[in-house]
């Protein structure tokens, strides 16, 4: 039924009775969804302000120089510990929700960050290298495992490194010799220890406690205030390698969308070997190649665009498939460089296709699990999925499918609610703002009013307003409402469209 004040010029008004509109009158549609192009311009555009407020809210929680320097002094105090472990100099950084801090951790029974807290939760992922190979050493100490392009054993080949790391070793077979080999398992429990050894030393602030858990190949520290998490690391120890893998040497006769700007820098760099087994692979022993270091440096050329849209799946996939054994944020990853190579730089840096790119991603994903095949964007012989058998993916398709149907849910509704939670952080820690004469001032809020609370009809109205408010910036809007019954008798014109 169309409402009491529905006007013959509504377009679809008009279609309904025969009159057919030119198509020059129509926004793009999404054929799955059935929502206009612009309304998933306007919800990416809401996201990227959510992305803003959840910034603040980190913020108020620690900086990132400050939690860095806190990162410093205990990587200083596991040196004096144990002088095997080098002094903090070449460590990364990085941001657990962004492009650069997604790593493929999979198969393993690491904890993502997510599940300790919540999404306005400060995480960093810690690159710790306690050894560093020069090219011609790595040649010769990593021994590839047969069928497994992307992970091997470091063998200990000097009777000097046999001994330093007498304690985290293991003998192992290959090629009819037995070898002395670094024991990834060992390693992480060795550092493990060595940073619960130094802990208590290293308390960020006062009145704040921290806890400590091996995370499958991480140590996991989370700093807590009052009730809740203040900030997440992943410290994850690794030996880092000069030059480039031999298995990886044909990614460099392909055609990348940076056009060799970054040759130089990312062979420079070199990569790192992680302590991860695959599926069916020897936890004790093997090492896996990781070339995080190489991605930080690719993601300088990515469309910002088109990266946008990866924060906006990276958060969905993170929320709805929470600790999911098939389906990760490094899936996503692959697909946003393997898209660089493929697709016009014009078609991803463009906002008139953020639609098409965004709904792209996602059928990407699909693709890849219907056909269990997701390649390695470095080695793309191995399958990221071969792990896994259809029962485990058929229900991921299926979550990905509600995606696909309904962005508005997953995409605004729930971001829009955690907004909500998050407001009165930034209250109780005003932020700094400019004032007129240039200086620094906190910014003031309005005390809250106490208010009863809502009804979930009464909270469902107030989601779907607050949505069509923020995807129809400059737009007239009229709504009528039914005080009897808001849940259902509504109806909203935004300029000449009914809804």
Request: aromatic share 12%.
């Amino acid at each position: 039924h169309k409402p009491p004040y529905c006007e013959p010029q509504d377009a679809r008004f008009r279609l309904r009775t025969g009159a057919m509109a030119s198509s020059e009158e129509w926004e793009p549609l999404d054929f799955r969804s059935g929502i206009e192009h612009e309304e998933i311009r306007n919800l990416v555009a809401y996201f990227k302000r959510y992305q803003h407020h959840m910034a603040k809210v980190c913020r108020t929680k620690g900086g990132q120089e400050a939690t860095r320097e806190f990162m410093e002094n205990l990587l200083r105090l596991v040196h004096k510990y144990d002088r095997r472990f080098p002094l903090p100099k070449d460590f990364l950084f990085l941001r657990d929700n962004t492009f650069e801090g997604v790593l493929d951790m999979q198969p393993s029974p690491f904890r993502p960050h997510y599940l300790h807290g919540k999404e306005s939760t400060p995480a960093y992922v810690v690159i710790i290298p306690i050894m560093e190979l020069n090219a011609e050493d790595a040649f010769d100490m990593f021994d590839y495992m047969i069928g497994r392009p992307m992970h091997g054993g470091i063998r200990l080949l000097d009777g000097v490194d046999q001994y330093k790391w007498r304690d985290c070793q293991v003998e192992h077979e290959s090629g009819g010799n037995t070898y002395i080999y670094l024991s990834s398992e060992k390693v992480c429990e060795w550092f493990f220890k060595a940073v619960s050894a130094v802990a208590n030393e290293a308390t960020p602030m006062p009145g704040h406690s921290m806890t400590l858990e091996l995370n499958g190949p991480a140590v996991t520290i989370c700093v807590e205030g009052g009730d809740s998490c203040d900030v997440v690391y992943n410290m994850i120890p690794t030996v880092r390698c000069k030059g480039w893998p031999t298995a990886a040497q044909a990614w460099w006769s392909r055609d990348h969308y940076w056009d060799s700007k970054a040759n130089a820098e990312v062979e420079s760099n070199g990569y790192h070997l992680l302590p991860m087994c695959c599926a069916d692979g020897n936890p004790e022993l093997e090492w896996r190649l990781s070339f995080c270091q190489a991605e930080l440096e690719l993601a300088k050329f990515i469309p910002p665009v088109f990266m946008h849209n990866f924060n906006v799946l990276h958060s969905v996939i993170r929320k709805e498939l929470a600790g999911s054994a098939v389906v990760s944020p490094y899936q996503l990853k692959t697909i946003v460089l393997w898209a660089c190579d493929r697709l016009r730089p014009e078609f991803l840096r463009d906002e008139t296709f953020i639609p098409l790119s965004l709904f792209g991603m996602v059928d990407d994903i699909m693709h890849c699990l219907i056909n269990k095949s997701c390649a390695n964007y470095f080695l793309p012989q191995y399958n990221m999925f071969l792990h896994c058998s259809e029962e485990m993916m058929f229900p991921v398709a299926r979550k990905l499918s509600l995606i696909r149907t309904d962005p508005v849910k997953y995409i605004y509704l729930r971001t829009a609610a955690e907004w909500r939670e998050t407001a009165g952080l930034l209250e109780e820690h005003p932020q700094t703002e400019q004032n007129g004469d240039g200086k620094d001032s906190p910014s003031r809020s309005r005390p809250k009013a106490d208010k009863p609370p809502l009804s979930d009809k009464e909270s469902r109205f107030r989601d779907w307003t607050s949505h069509i408010v923020d995807v129809n910036h400059g737009k007239s809007i009229s709504v009528f409402i039914d005080p009897n019954d808001i849940g259902t008798a509504r109806a909203f014109r935004i300029d000449d469209k009914f809804y």
